[in-house]
């Protein structure tokens, strides 16, 4: 297998590389960096989160610009302003031994005046979001006109959120640009439609299979009713102390209702949803980095570029509805080379969705049972006796209270201290899970859904196990959104429950077109849905949203 040696990188570079720890280059990085360093030729890399994309395209930016040269010459453009941080963290490491290089992260929600500064105190490499970018064009603060290198990562999540327009802007001023890197973990047709415009001949690196789930994780489901979902993910952390992880949920609501029980309860956890302010954002992740927090929850959105190591665990509170968002949240864990669990809290009804991601992904699911209440204090039992065995009494003066305590406990048996211990830290568990009930879904209880569900019974349930009426009691919403807004149906189903804090559960059939949307909704739904989004703003357009009967279709 290739070195990096191998790959044509200067000294300076493999230096870096070397003290960073790193001895073999990834499959991408290894077919993409020969390539790159030509610097004229275009390229589309195919590959998904985790494959050491930032790497591949980085370090040939950093031999390719000119460090006398003090104007931006090479532009990396990204989603979130997550990744945006995150690349250019990544790539100032590698920069660690090349002189007079220097890079700006350019992206929402903090001071533009003070990447306006940094921007013109001299940089040669920019890594931006689309939307500061084209504000700081019009501002005229940026000249993009000597830019000789565009990198695209992540090309799919920009056009899923909308970007397309940006894109194509920020690629139009560009014109002496020399080459184009398009790195995406997709081709949907839209990505292929930017590279034949823009791009001339580009030469192209698939890495893995379209949506191949990662080998290194463990997958795993357990099926509960939906009123059950949040007792069932309390029971599943408890089960797993020690679990450093990520909990995905749909919409912004539910993750901030989530958490603020968790936090009622003792748990170490955050919420990061795009409400946050970039501060907040912030603090909230050099928090889970330093793992003074134990949990993360989040929304699809906001975890957009979150690359954090050691992440043990990836809890679906609810399964999404594209393979590929599957795919990227279980891609969160078992990294660099580790181990890690996915688990999903599913109800009987989307057991066949399982099934279709095991067909797509190409691995298998395992199906768990919940932990039943005595099963969790057990699991809580022997890690803390582990912990106790491992615990280091080194580096304390412990021999000064040995007397002491020798005196204190004369009249007390070794078995009844280990019982007081025991009783100390476990006493909540003890209480709370006394007389748990079993959250597993049996199969007779399945066998009377499904049969309901052929019965075109009219009681269903939201995510949070509070029954609506379903069936005939659905009505029809018109919005003037579709697919030219840049949407596509999971991220118009996204945006709708995010702007209206509303559960899937109340949604029925989506009819997307071009310039119009047809939503079904919950008759009880549907006037929450239309307050919440009628005359808001997407773009700077006016939202219209109203029942369908008063629209042609």
């Known amino acids: 297998m290739a070195t990096f040696r191998d790959l044509g990188l200067n000294e300076q570079l493999l230096t870096s590389i070397e003290e960073m720890g790193f ?16 610097g004229t030729k275009d390229l589309v890399g195919l590959a998904q989160t985790g494959t050491g994309k930032t790497a591949a395209f980085g370090l040939p930016l950093l031999q390719l610009v000119d460090p006398a040269k003090k104007f931006p010459q090479a532009l990396v453009i990204c989603p979130t302003r997550e990744l945006c941080m995150q690349i250019v963290n990544e790539i100032e490491n590698f920069n660690k031994h090349s002189k007079g290089i220097h890079l700006v992260a350019v992206y929402g929600g903090t001071s533009i005046s003070a990447q306006i500064r940094d921007i013109r105190r001299g940089v040669q490499i920019v890594v931006a979001t689309p ?64 590279s034949k415009r823009y791009m001339k001949d580009p030469f192209e690196i698939t890495v893995g299979k379209k949506n191949t789930a990662s080998k290194s994780v463990d997958h795993q ?111 969160r864990t078992g990294r660099a080379g580790k181990t890690g669990v996915c688990i999903s809290i599913v109800h009987s009804r989307e057991t066949r969705r399982i099934r279709d991601i095991e067909r797509i992904t190409q691995v ?27 615990a280091d009494i080194s580096h304390g003066d412990y021999e000064t209270y040995l007397p002491m305590l020798s005196e204190k406990f004369a009249e007390v048996s070794k078995e009844e201290v ?90 029925g059939r989506i009819d997307m077109k071009e310039m119009n949307s047809w939503i079904e909704v919950d008759k009880d739904a549907a006037r929450k849905m239309t307050q919440a989004i009628d005359g808001k703003k997407y773009k700077g357009r006016r939202i219209r949203m109203n029942e369908a009967d008063s629209v042609r279709r």
């Open 364 to 390: 298998p699911f395992h199906k768990l049972e919940v932990p039943s209440g005595k099963d969790v204090c057990r699991k809580q039992f022997f890690y803390f006796m582990d912990k106790l065995l491992s």
């Open 23 to 38: 001895t073999q280059p990834t499959n991408i990085q290894e077919k993409a960096i020969p390539v790159l360093l030509s």
């Open 221 to 331: 489901y357990v099926v509960t009713q939906a009123q059950h979902r949040y007792e069932v993910l309390k029971r599943l952390i408890d089960f797993n102390p020690g679990m450093y992880g990520i909990i995905f949920t749909r919409t912004k609501a539910d993750a901030q209702e989530i958490t603020e029980k968790l936090t009622r309860e003792g748990y170490d956890i955050e919420a990061l949803h795009g409400d946050l302010s970039q501060q907040q954002r912030n603090k909230v992740m050099d928090e889970f980095r330093e793992k003074t927090l134990q949990l993360l929850i989040a929304t699809d959105v906001a975890a957009r570029g979150i690359d954090v190591q050691g992440i043990t665990h990836v809890i679906n509170f609810e399964l999404p509805d594209d393979i590929e968002v599957y795919t990227h949240r279980s891609g």
């Open 418 to 507: 280990l019982k007081r211990v025991a009783a100390l830290e476990f006493d909540r568990f003890l209480k709370y899970y006394e007389n748990a009930e079993d959250l597993n879904m049996r199969e007779r209880e399945q066998r009377f859904e499904r049969r309901d569900d052929r019965s075109g019974g009219d009681r269903r349930r939201d995510t949070r196990g509070r029954e609506f009426s379903g069936g005939g009691n659905m009505t029809r919403l018109f919005v003037n959104i579709g697919t030219k807004d840049g949407f596509y149906k999971a991220s118009f189903l996204q945006f709708i429950l995010d702007m209206s804090d509303l559960p899937k559960d109340v949604l």
């Open 131 to 194: 939307g500061r970018l084209i504000d700081l064009i019009e501002r005229k603060a940026i000249n993009l006109e000597e830019i000789s290198y565009v990198v695209l990562d992540e090309a799919d999540e920009m056009l899923n959120m909308g970007f397309q327009d940006d894109i194509e802007t920020i690629l139009k001023n560009t014109p002496k640009r020399e080459s184009t890197w398009l790195f995406s973990a997709t081709m949907p047709p839209e990505i292929r439609s930017v």
